[in-house]
């Protein structure tokens, strides 16, 4: 496919996804003709038509119920939440419904639907247009939740959320949307690298940096910053936060002995939360200091010319490093 | 509003057992389909008043009653066919009797050893939906599915006249409206939600919020089997056939509490209640089957000792139903392997064997 961004690619994806399963369909407010907000389902409706790629009423949580009656019927509804702050009227289904239906009918009717959420800030919009909700999905058994931080991880990985038989919240970094790369669009995904485990994208040995989504470009550009100071980082792409691949980070850990958790959701009860309880039980020997997290501040989203004093940049993770080995 | 359901009321039997005739809607049953119904509303009403008594001996952790409602939820439930779909709530114990789902399978949710208890594809009835009127998007959802299937069935969604105020419920409208999707929403108003009385739900008549959504809104009289099974039957006709969505409202009572944990004294009068068990559903056909010579003392003998047996066999199962496994509650969270999940199970398991092995010949 060449160079292309990471909008194009989970555009791709779904592109992927329809032409191989006809059971796969797309539902969303301002999908079809608009080709969404962001442009990411641009084209399939008209490739595939009104019936498989639907323009929805202006209401999340009929987006989700609807998808929960579809997904019953048999099919893999893939549902597009315009901004990461309107999937709360949604938020019941989601958590009542389609998280709890495959164990409510013990395991007879799964739920196989993408909830796709561009989220995160960075971006200059108005509220609720710049957050990042995954803690309170993850938090949810019977979901799965990854982001895709990179447009080859974005095509692969869409594919991978619609053909998984869970429920999987999809979170897109709209602020990467633009990021570019070369994709290959022969990638066989069914036997490509798991979705639900994490990835050592820098190699190193100062101190690990733990990180997924929008961060990951950001903890990257800190780890070049800090090889200035001699400091070898090592940067880990999450990529999922529920599974939560503990036994790559661990491995990590063991191996540096300090661990900087980098989200742009508020730490308090994150997913930086929950690593630095598993990596203290898992690593309790080989710590040379406590897990230290950076993200949002337990604030609302401020107004976007605040933001960049809110979101994470790389001199705050800068700070958290030297924090971390300063022990 | 009037209490007795105004002229708009579709009724075919009157509280009296009078059959009287409507100019739209009408049934042709045989005596022997009467005599069907009547056995049915019998014995969905045992069923029921054992699932109560159940519930005060401690055998089950609460009950949804559906006294008072059985015709309007035996006469929708029998004009399904066997490809539609239905949608319940929790208090649809009628309907799944028309479905071919078990007493006892309804029992287990209540008695907390399941939170489903039935497949939902071989009786093609959803699991019974707790949080009010989620279930009628995933009615829509359904019916958006069997259009997309060619298919000629169609979809029934239940809920309440409290359920009229929810979200969910009115974006179901709103979607099934503009896709024209073969759903009918069968909305029982039993007048209550809980303690809340119709006022605090509406100020129009329920079947009247259908205009407002481009759809077809009647009122049938819900205590009236005959009546409930000829409007259903064309509403789900006209489903089939791409007219879209219906909304009926079965107009009816909550003659029991709204489950066993409420108590209807505290805040309404039992002379209603003695002014609807005249308007009693089981009563009237009763009256209508004697009085016609298509039933005669046996036929009536015959319903009630089924009705007993049925009673004494649910009360023997539900009490022989055992506790699931202790860690089957980590079975199916995920259709596919999740750490998590496994790894909390082997702490589970290693925490309980340890009391097995604690003491001598396993005491603890």
Known sequence: MAVTTLAKAVNAGLRKALESDPKVLLMGEDIGKLGGVFRVTDGLQKDFGEARVIDSPLAESGILGTAVGLAMRGFRPVVEIQFDGFVFPAFDQIVTQVAKHHARSDGRTPMPITIRIPYGGGIGAVEHHSESPEAYFAHTAGLRVISPSNPVDAFVMVQQAIRCNDPVVFFEPKRRYWDKADVDDTIDVASAMSPFVARVVRPGTSATVVCYGPMVRTCLEAATAAEHDGLDLEVIDLRSMSPLDVPTVAESVRRTGRLVVVHEAPVFLGVGAELAARITEECFYSLEAPVLRVGGYHTPYPPSRLEDDYLPDLDRVLDAVDRVLAY | ?364
């Open chain 2, 1 to 364: 509003m009037t209490a007795d359901g105004g002229p708009e009321l579709v009724q075919l039997l009157t509280p009296e057992g009078e059959r009287v005739h409507h100019p739209e809607y009408d049934v042709d049953l045989s005596d022997e389909q009467l005599r069907g119904l009547y056995r049915d509303l019998v014995l969905v009403r045992r069923v029921d008043a054992e699932a109560t008594a159940l519930q005060r001996q401690g055998e089950l952790g609460l009950w949804a009653q559906c006294v008072g409602q059985e015709a309007a939820q035996v006469g929708s439930g029998r004009a399904l066919l066997p490809g539609d779909f239905a949608f319940p709530t929790y208090r649809e114990h009628g309907v799944a009797w028309t479905r071919g789902v078990q007493p006892l399978q309804l029992l287990g949710l209540f008695r907390g050893v399941t939170n489903g208890g039935w497949d939902p594809h071989e009786h093609n009835m959803a699991l019974y939906t707790i949080v009010i009127g989620d279930q009628c998007l995933h009615a829509v959802g359904y019916a958006m599915g069997m259009q997309r299937d060619g298919s000629d069935d169609a979809v029934i969604c239940y809920f309440g006249d409290g359920a009229t105020s929810q979200g969910d419920v009115n974006e179901a409208f709103v979607f099934s409206a503009v896709y024209n999707a073969p759903v009918v929403f069968f909305c029982q108003n039993n007048q209550w939600a809980i303690s809340e009385p119709l006022e605090r739900q509406s100020r129009i008549p329920l079947y009247r919020r259908a205009d407002g959504f481009g759809f077809p809104g009647v009122r049938v009289d819900g205590n009236d089997v005959l009546a409930v099974l000829a409007v259903t039957s064309a509403a789900l006709q006209a489903a089939r056939e791409g007219q879209g969505p219906t909304l009926i409202e079965a107009f009816t009572y909550r003659m029991g509490a709204h489950t066993t944990s409420d108590d209807p004294t505290r805040y309404r009068v039992s002379a209603d209640l003695d002014a609807w068990r005249l308007k009693d559903p089981i009563e009237r056909l009763k009256v209508y089957l004697a009085r016609s010579g298509w039933a005669d003392r046996t036929f009536f003998d015959d319903v009630e000792t089924e009705a007993e047996e049925l009673a004494i066999h649910l009360r023997d199962a539900c009490r022989a139903m055992p506790d699931p496994p202790k860690t089957s509650m980590f079975d199916h969270v995920y259709a596919e392997p999740h750490p998590l999940v496994e790894g909390e199970r082997e702490e589970f398991t290693r925490y309980h064997a340890s009391f097995d092995t604690a003491g001598v010949g396993g005491q603890h």
